[in-house]
């Protein structure tokens, strides 16, 4: 699950605009499970515009079907449009509280302290229940699997707002404890939950336990097979799993994971920040028990990596949120240490400044509205 965002507190249904002609149109005879098919077929194919017309033509035929509404939610939150998609998500609950916990996985994602807390929980009790329909068939063996581990990582999203939006608590050291351990007996092979706990050891100024929690999470998925996401944890997971070890001064192990990211997605903003800082840190190290042709090596590595972050995040709209300011400082730095060669002059030449503020391009109004989430 992704990183999560701030809440947004529904204010009512919002129109969706849609286009001059309705691609449903021309098929008015669609039954509801080839709109429910079709919808998802472009959502595969990335086509959310087309896909928000077949969702809003399915919940035009029944207002009430929830995975009508849930995939109505999931293309407006892709589309950026968080208010209308909550809308959706809490029509569902309305219609159906006790089963489909993916929605209070989104609205977890959404709210925020205690309130996420109380959707998260909400979700591991609607999965529980599945579970239990489930058995111990072995024609559901990967069924079962895949429900525990969305709810260890679910568990693990708990735990995380204790350690941070909710660690002034009284109890969240006690929660983040009960929560791990709640991961741990449902799924134990979780690589997640034990890099959380890692953080928590962290907190508690326990390192070495740190360390050692960081090891039995990587051990978990060291040697699966890269290209099946079911194996290792997600590419975001990984890069914080970087910083992880960072904090924990085990940067040639840092390097190791950052030069695997690389292979997978070479254009990552923060992949190359983090290789630009990883080598940062090491020049700290060299300039103390090393030779200064050693530092001034991995200066060079360090603002190599920096500009290619920053060129990323000219080319990819990155939002700067502070990391590409720190990037721009520490090019800064090295620059006036070791000014640049001619040619490094040359390749940066002509290339524009990081923008404080995105730029949209004009986008047409459409005529025509389909209300979704009453």
Not at 308 to 327: S, V
Request: glycine residues 4%; proline residues 4%; charged residues 30%.
């Amino acid at each position: 699950m992704g990183p999560r965002r701030g809440g947004s507190e529904a204010k009512g249904p919002k129109k969706v605009k849609g286009t001059k002609k309705d691609a449903t149109k021309s098929s008015p005879t669609y039954s509801m499970d080839q709109l429910l098919a079709k919808t998802q077929e472009l959502m595969d194919d990335n086509d959310y515009e087309t896909a928000l017309k077949f969702a809003a033509k399915a919940i035009e035929m029944d207002e009430n079907n929830t995975q009508a509404l849930l995939l109505a939610a999931i293309i407006q939150l892709e589309s950026g449009e968080v208010e209308p998609a909550i809308n959706c998500l809490l029509k569902c609950v309305e219609i159906s509280p006790d089963r489909g916990f993916e929605k209070y996985m989104y609205l977890g994602q959404f709210a925020v302290e205690l309130e996420a807390v109380k959707y998260f929980q909400l979700g591991v009790d609607a999965m529980q229940r599945d579970l239990d329909e489930l058995g111990t068939a072995e024609s559901t063996k990967d069924q079962a699997a895949s429900l525990k581990r969305k709810m260890a990582e679910a568990y693990v999203a708990m735990t995380e707002i204790y350690l941070t939006d909710c660690c002034f608590e009284e109890d969240a050291e006690k929660r983040c404890e009960e929560l791990l351990q709640s991961g741990l007996l449902i799924d134990p092979d979780c690589p997640e939950v034990y890099q959380t706990m890692a953080s928590v050891r962290l907190s508690q100024t326990r390192p070495d336990d740190a360390r050692d929690c960081v090891a039995k999470s990587m051990a978990l998925w060291a040697d699966k097979e890269l290209t099946d996401p079911t194996q290792i944890p997600s590419y975001e997971n990984r890069l914080a799993l970087v910083r992880l070890l960072l904090e924990l001064d085990d940067k040639e192990k840092a390097l190791g994971l950052l030069e695997l990211l690389q292979k997978e997605d070479d254009e990552n903003v923060d992949a190359w920040y983090l290789f630009g800082w990883t080598y940062h840190l090491q020049s700290e190290d060299v300039a103390t028990a090393g030779s200064d042709e050693d530092k001034a090596e991995l200066l060079r590595s360090s603002r190599e990596c920096f500009k290619q972050a920053i060129k990323l995040a000219n080319m990819l709209g990155y939002d700067n949120d502070g990391l590409i300011d720190h990037a721009l400082e520490l090019v800064a730095a090295v620059d006036a240490i070791l000014p640049p060669s001619e040619d490094d002059e040359e390749e940066d030449e002509g290339a524009p400044a990081v923008p404080n503020e995105p730029e949209w391009d004009d986008i047409a109004s459409e005529d025509e509205d389909v209300e979704m989430g009453s």
